[in-house]
């Protein structure tokens, strides 16, 4: 990633409306990078390869506890955005 790289988290990344919102951010611009936030890191891995965009993904197994606590901070400097 360079400095004029911007980066969104996709939740449930791996199929269905997730697969399809991470493919529109890196259809759109090439300074996406996409994390593919799934739970089972082989789906994940298999999502990056449909994509075919391994340099502009990375696929993570992570659940939602992860974000409790962080997505709702006023100084998170995350902009939600929905696909």
Request: glycine fraction near 10%.
């Amino acid at each position: 990633m360079t400095d004029s790289t911007r980066a969104a988290i996709v939740t449930g990344a791996n199929s269905g409306l997730g697969l399809e919102c991470a493919r529109a951010l890196l259809a759109t611009d090439p300074s996406w990078h996409v994390v593919l936030a799934v739970h089972d890191p082989q789906r994940g891995a298999a999502a990056e390869q449909r994509l075919g965009a391994e340099q502009r993904c990375t696929s993570c197994s992570w659940t939602w506890h992860h974000f409790n606590g962080y997505l709702g901070s006023k100084d998170s400097g995350i902009i939600r955005h929905h696909c």
